[in-house]
Nanobody, 120 residues
């Protein structure tokens, strides 16, 4: 069974940093795209950043100067380094991936989410 598992969330003070990780597991042939989204209370889920298998990236404008997405294809893992965190970054962060399994067609998968709280 294909799944995504996030880790690395928590409570951090304004100005601090966190690194999120997301591991894809299962019978995977390839992962053309991985990314991070977030959802704050009372708001819609929004894009944070995505990264293709070859390394090209896409960021939400409001986060591209503070957040960095990267991936390790050998470990089917995507990371999100978040610096200079602000209270408005508080949200549940979700990992997303387009996964092609060993057999079958490509599908979109979501992790369970990890809470990031920025507060003093």
């Amino acid at each position: 069974q294909l799944q995504l598992v996030e880790s690395g969330g928590g409570l951090v003070q304004p100005g601090g940093s966190l690194r999120l990780s997301c591991v894809a597991s299962g019978r995977i042939l390839s992962i053309p795209k991985m990314g991070w989204y977030r959802q704050a209370p009372g708001k819609q889920r929004e894009l944070v950043a995505t990264i293709a298998g070859g390394g090209s990236t896409n960021y939400a404008d409001s986060m591209k100067d503070r957040f960095t997405i990267s991936r390790d294809n050998t470990r089917n893992t995507v990371y999100l380094q978040m610096n200079s965190l602000k209270p408005e970054d508080t949200a549940v962060y979700y990992c997303n991936a387009a996964i092609k399994p060993l057999s079958g067609t490509i599908n979109n998968y979501w992790g369970q989410g990890t809470q990031v709280t920025v507060s003093s």
